[in-house]
């Protein structure tokens, strides 16, 4: 069983950052990617970010030259470097893994796909 805690959401203005993490523990197979989505009230839930076992990654359109993820060499703590927020990046964001072929595979199938994921973190980003 595998369990995955978010940390690090918070309130910040426009134009401001904010690191979130999230722990890993349990029985997560190496290869398996990782990654973040964020479902905002009244819109659908999207896929931000993704990392594969050979560290690769990919972000979404949305938030590309903003939001960077990154892990530790253990694979035990994600992260995802958000700046630049703006007030549409509002939303919960949870990390999650699960089986993939790579990282552009997983940020398109990640919701679907992933079977363990976090208890989210709000990030809420002012005008």
């Known amino acids: 069983q595998v369990q995955l805690v978010e940390s690090g959401g918070g309130s910040v203005e426009t134009g401001g950052s904010l690191r979130l993490s999230c722990v890993v523990s349990?029985?997560?197979?190496?290869?398996?990617?990782m990654g973040w989505n964020r479902r905002a009230p009244g819109r659908e839930r999207e896929a931000v970010a993704a990392?594969?076992?050979?560290?690769?990654?990919r972000v979404a359109d949305s938030v590309k030259g903003r939001f960077t993820i990154s892990q530790d060499s253990a694979k035990m703590n994600l992260y995802l470097e958000m700046n630049n927020l703006k007030p549409e990046d509002s939303a919960m964001y949870y990390c999650?893994?699960?089986?993939?072929?790579?990282?552009?595979?997983?940020?398109?199938?990640?919701?679907?796909?992933?079977?363990?994921w976090g208890q989210g973190t709000q990030v809420t980003v002012s005008s």
């Open positions: 999650g893994t699960g089986p993939c072929m790579n990282a552009v595979q997983a940020l398109a199938d990640m919701i679907e796909d992933f079977g363990d």
């Open positions: 990392i594969d076992g050979f560290g690769l990654t």
């Open positions: 349990g029985n997560v197979y190496r290869n398996n990617c």
